[in-house]
């Protein structure tokens, strides 16, 4: 069973910063795609970033340019740098573990808060 657990969230200041990490556990999770999520009050989950166990990137255009997305293989976990944040970054962030076939494995997810 593939389990995956965030970790990072918080409070910070418009034009601050935040990095989020998630640690995989599980059979063949190091070969795994993940990718990070998130989901704003009153709107739908939408992709945020995602990265290849080889490091290959995919930024959804609202974070490129302030938010970069990495990996540690070794440790089976990846993070999420979040720099010049806006308000409208507020919201639950959840990591994704792409599984084998149509698996798919989420985090329990982590409140990130922009605000004065």
């Known amino acids: 069973q593939v389990q995956a657990v965030e970790s990072g969230g918080g409070l910070v200041q418009p034009g601050g910063s935040l990095r989020l990490s998630c640690a995989a556990s599980g059979s063949g999770v190091s070969s795994y795609v993940m990718g990070w999520y998130r989901q704003a009050p009153g709107k739908q989950r939408e992709l945020v970033a995602t990265i290849t166990r080889g490091g290959t990137t995919i930024y959804a255009e609202s974070v490129k340019g302030r938010y970069t997305i990495s990996r540690d293989n070794a440790k089976n976990t990846i993070y999420l740098q979040m720099n010049s944040l806006k308000p409208e970054d507020t919201a639950v962030y959840y990591c994704?573990?792409?599984?084998?076939?149509?698996?798919?494995?989420w985090g329990q997810g982590t409140q990130v808060t922009v605000s004065a």
């Open positions: 994704k573990v792409f599984g084998s076939g149509w698996n798919e494995y």
